[in-house]
Structure formats: C-alpha cells, structure tokens
C-alpha cells in the first residue's frame, strides 16, 4: 500500500510537469499537425524514451555526479540550450520559403519514424535540469532506501504518465480540423514555435 500510494504521488507531481507546455509538447503538437499522427507518435516514443533515461537518472543520483563535476552540467545545459535554438531558427527560416519551396517540401517524402523518434529524445535530453527535477521529486517522494524495482517502477510510471499525456496531444492535434487550421497558417505558427525554442534555449544557457 505504501508503494502503491508513493508511485501515485509520483504519477501526479510527473504529470503536472508534463502538462505544463514545454518543448516536448511543442514538438509533439507541430509534427502531428505537420505530418501526421504516425510521425507525431515516434516523436512521443522518443519523448518517452527520454523520460525513462531521466527517471533512470533521478534514481541513481546523477544531480549528485553534476555537483560534483559541475563543468559536466555546464556543458550539458550549453549543448541543450544549442539544440533548442538550432529548432527554432530552423523553423523561423523555413516559414520564409517561398510558396513554390513550400508546395515542393510537402510533396516531399515524410520523415521516418525513426527520425521523428530521434526529434522526440533529443528534445527531451536537451535539458539536463529534468536530472535535478526528478532526484528532488525521488528525494520527497520515495522510502529512505529504495529497491531497485521501486526505481524501475518510478521511472515506469513516469514513462506511462508521458506516454498517456503526449500520445493524447498528438490525437487531438492530427486531427483534419487542427492540421487544415496548421495548414492556412503554417508561416505564422512555424515562427511563433521557433521564437519558443529559441526563448527555451536562452532560458536553459541563463539559468543557473
């Protein structure tokens, strides 16, 4: 029962991580009104993939390897904040294609899945901070001396509560009512997505 109500608290807390918009969603809400579902869907495995990676993470400590070698977080956070600002210009300078590059780029084969996956995990790891985050969210939740089944089950959870949150995203944004409203203004939405990357990767390279 104790077990039983400590991975609840862990699902709640996660999941209001989760649902506050971030670059996962952002990333998962562009692809599947961009693409499509199937594509949006790789992209939360990838999402998911990164959430497992980060409760795994949490688990064994690693803010602890970070305080440690401080120059180890630094250049994580840089590398994570340069991610994100490369989507976004990316985004901002595709939104300034010409119609015809435009037209040509949507008959253009799709990405593959694997790709969409790759997109998802990068975009999850790019912020070394989640480390801290979930060791916090461990350290206050969690018994004293944890198994290793009770971390693997947290970091379960976690990956549940990810997946049940982006896969319900991508439903609602591959909808035809949300990919025709993408489609009138891709230029405009493409531009607002890319100054939000670029605002999270100046957030990310700031914060200390």
Known sequence: MENLSTLLSIALIWGIAAATPGPNFFVAVRTAAAHSRRLGLAVVAGIVSGTFVWGLAGFFGISTLFAL????????????????????????????????????????????????????LMTNLANPKTAAFVTSLFATTMPAE??????????????GVSLLWYGAVVFVFATPVMTRSYTRMTALIDRIAGGIFILFGVKLALDR
């Open 69 to 120: 070698a401080p120059w180890l977080y630094a250049a994580l956070k840089l590398l994570g904040a340069l991610y994100l600002t490369y989507l976004g210009v990316r985004l901002i300078l595709a939104s300034f294609r010409p119609a015809a590059q435009s037209a040509s780029a949507a008959l253009a084969p799709q990405p593959k899945g694997w790709q969409g996956w790759r997109l998802g």
């Open 146 to 159: 944890p198994s290793l089944q009770m971390g693997l089950a947290a970091a379960g959870v976690m990956v």
